[in-house]
């Protein structure tokens, strides 16, 4: 094998190793492939049984053997050598090194991957590889409480894990629509809270539900004995998570005694946050640690998942107990009376030599002194958590949400919303640049979360990771370039072929059409691009689908008017994406400057400041690349026309969506200036004008000529009591500012 192979054509490896030194010959794949006896028992047979298709074994000596490997002793200047391995084939045979039997798993992997991709030619190219993670935490997450998945289904995914050198399987076991973990001394846990009488389907929008019970779903404690087995033999650590103080309804439904008012409960029918928590009385804190209890006795996990997330404070706030704990503590309020319910737990997690994790709101009222904190509203709780020496994983929503759509919403099944593509996951780099280096030591790794609201079963599960997986692995081995993504990319798509092998149903979203609209001299024009060749890409513009002779793309595609570009990728005559459709209804706004005196939060942030002027109208049912968010924030937004325009009428949309902490605005102003300075109010509308339009603002404001717009739509607030999320930031959706 020459050096012209590395440098016209990378190995195709997911993750790519730290260092591949191209070394002299090839080793050419035997009939039989024979084996050191010598060899790690457990982790052999995993390669036997994986490479079974491709390879027939033997086994023999080790001075003949083709495959053989050496237990490294000498101590390596790494805080990560557990997971260090080389891996060096010559023509003669393939030799492994690492410290520990895990190293030697992650070399297997790679192994595994090389015997794929020289398969054809059963030619391997001589090379030396070097290799260790640069993150200690490489994690998925799966919520079974949602909707629930069998043990042989975990397996599977725990087996996705070891594919591509993940290490840790956060199973999310308790939450308000189930129960699902067998706890023996609590019996009604499963009895009463693993079931529900129905389930909401569709758009969260609709409020529709089936009908139809769930459940009784839950995993025995022999069942989880066997998956913690099962993911140890392949070096995976599995982190339990028991939600607290809020998410509790499940529990709260068989022991109504441990909330803050008489009940009766039952587990949640309906997605989102509900204001019945834990009670911080000694009863509950007696339950907990009970269950805590039989939970770390089934999971060697080094950390406990506590939850701690999206806990209203309702209740706590009408209860005189827990008034009387913030008094007799001397706590600031219900913040800090979370910080001494997890606090409390924390210490009792810490006395059977084990830690806790939690979703970043553990930091709300001051953090336990030893919890590390799962970073997902953003980065700024790692970066707190990294600041005051505490123990981060970064998790961002905007990156390593998978249950976020990761192509166009209208060519994607239904989820949660967000708009999380395979490059947007690749472009991620988890230690936050604000931290210097003593800091980012703290930053234990990344994660990506699986949140199965919208996720009706195992094939749908495999759709949401495939291939988004393959970028989380590469960010987590510390080797991601995204510079670099096509390269990646072309990655990704061969590692389809192992997908297609082991019938994994994988998303094709990088196949279909990407639009993007980009300002011009007379407006915004429509960008289209493929993964393919792009001399594939065909569209119209009246509406019809295109088809195998309808225009094929070149340039950007002026947007002069309202209409419908549809497109698709073609290759030989034959259609080979999805059909994607975007409509446009541009105004005298389009196009035009605009800033933004406060940014969206970073899930809905596509498009930035821009998405307001786009043309595009946001859909209701799909808030992913076509709406703005902001949690607590106004949206104030000042379009420069570049020249005094006429209009008479300025326009836009709020959304209503309480059950996801989505508000409608609670006023709106429009002011004018022909300096960008002095501005003047032409128009004021409040709340009551608002939820009568249900959002849908169209505002005459008479005959205008203005070189400045500016747009204040006001948020909610502070979430009233009696809604989901009940003393929390309102969230503000906002779509297309226009004018006409």
Not at 509 to 528: A, M, R, T, W
Request: proline fraction near 5%.
């Amino acid at each position: 094998m020459s050096n012209t192979f590395f440098s016209q054509h990378r190995l195709n490896l997911i993750p790519y190793p730290q260092k591949v030194e191209l070394q002299t010959g090839e080793f050419v794949i035997p009939e039989i492939m024979s084996l050191d006896k010598a060899l790690p028992k457990e982790e052999t047979e995993y390669f036997k049984k994986k490479s079974n298709l491709i390879l027939k074994f033997q086994n023999s000596g080790k001075p003949s053997a083709h495959l053989v490997y050496s237990q490294l002793t000498d101590s390596k200047n790494s805080k990560q050598n557990d997971e260090f391995y080389s891996l060096e084939i010559t023509s003669r045979q393939i030799s492994i090194q690492s410290y520990t039997k895990q190293g030697y798993f992650l070399a297997l992997q790679t192994l595994i991957q090389l015997f794929e991709e020289f398969k054809e030619s059963k030619k391997i190219p001589a090379m030396k590889i070097e290799d260790e993670p640069r993150f200690a935490w490489r994690g998925m997450h799966l919520d079974v409480c949602r909707h629930f998945f069998t043990v042989n289904e975990v397996k599977q995914y725990i087996d996705y894990l070891a594919m591509y050198k993940l290490n840790t399987f956060h199973w999310h076991l308790t939450d308000d629509q189930g129960w699902r973990i067998e706890i023996k001394k609590y019996p009604k846990l499963t009895q009463i809270g693993s079931k529900r009488k129905e389930s909401m389907i569709g758009a969260y929008v609709d409020d529709t539900y089936d009908g139809k019970p769930y459940g009784p779903f839950f995993y025995t404690q022999e069942q989880i004995k066997e998956v913690v087995k099962y993911a140890q033999e392949r070096h995976i650590n599995v982190v339990p998570e028991i939600e607290m103080p809020g998410h509790a309804l499940a529990a709260l439904s068989a022991y109504p005694k441990l909330a803050c008012t008489k009940g009766p409960f039952e587990p949640a029918t309906k997605w989102g946050v509900f204001d019945d928590v834990f009670c911080p009385k000694e009863e509950t804190f007696t339950f907990l640690e009970n269950v805590l209890d039989e939970v770390m006795a089934l999971f060697p996990s080094p950390y406990i998942h506590i939850g701690g997330d999206e806990c209203p404070k309702t209740r706590w706030k009408e209860c005189a107990h827990c008034q009387a704990l913030i008094k007799k503590y001397n706590l600031k309020d219900e913040h800090g009376l979370q910080s001494y319910f997890i606090q409390r737990i924390e210490k009792y997690v810490n006395s059977k030599g084990r830690k806790i994790i939690g979703w970043d709101e553990i930091l709300e009222g001051g953090l336990a002194p030893n919890a590390a904190v799962m970073s997902w509203t953003g980065i700024k709780g790692g970066v707190e958590a990294a600041k005051s020496a505490h123990f981060a994983v970064m998790t961002p929503g905007s990156y390593c949400y998978f249950d976020h759509y990761q192509g166009d919403p209208q060519t994607e099944p239904n989820a949660f919303g967000g708009f999380t593509p395979l490059d947007k996951v690749y472009s991620y780099h988890p230690v936050p640049e604000e931290l210097n280096a003593a800091q980012s030591e703290y930053i234990l790794g990344v994660q990506a979360n699986l949140w199965t609201e919208y996720i009706l079963d195992f094939k749908q599960v495999q759709y949401m990771i495939f291939p988004r997986l393959f970028a989380l692995s590469e960010v987590g081995w510390g080797t991601s370039k995204p510079e670099n993504y096509k390269e990646f990319e072309n990655r990704a798509v061969q590692h389809f072929k192992i997908l297609d092998k082991l019938n994994i149903n994988y998303a094709k979203s990088i196949y279909n059409i990407s639009g993007k609209v980009i300002p011009d001299h007379k407006g915004v024009s429509y960008e289209l691009s493929t993964s393919q060749n792009p001399d594939g890409i065909k569209f119209t513009i009246d509406g019809s689908n295109p088809v195998s002779n309808s225009a094929t793309y070149q340039d950007p595609i002026p947007v002069l008017k309202a209409i419908t570009i549809k497109s698709a990728y073609f290759e030989n005559g034959e259609l080979k994406s999805a059909v994607s459709s975007q409509d446009f209804s541009p105004s005298k706004t389009t196009g035009k400057k605009i800033i933004l005196e406060h940014q969206p939060g970073e899930n809905y942030a596509f498009g930035g400041a821009f998405t307001l002027v786009d043309g595009i109208t946001g859909n209701v049912k799909q808030l992913g690349k076509t709406w703005l968010g902001f949690q607590g924030k106004d949206v104030v937004a000042t379009i420069d026309f570049g020249q005094n325009m006429p209009f008479s009428e300025v326009y836009f949309n709020t959304l209503d969506n309480k059950g996801s902490w989505i508000h409608l605005a609670k006023s709106a102003t429009v002011s004018l200036s022909d300096d960008g300075k002095n501005f003047k109010i032409i128009k004021e509308i409040g709340r009551e004008e608002i939820v009568s339009a249900k959002g849908k603002i169209n505002l005459k404001v008479g005959n205008q000529n203005s070189k400045y717009i500016r747009v204040k739509i006001e948020n909610a607030g502070i979430i009233p009591a009696g809604n989901p999320g009940a003393d929390s930031k309102a969230w503000l959706f906002v779509d297309e500012i226009g004018a006409k």
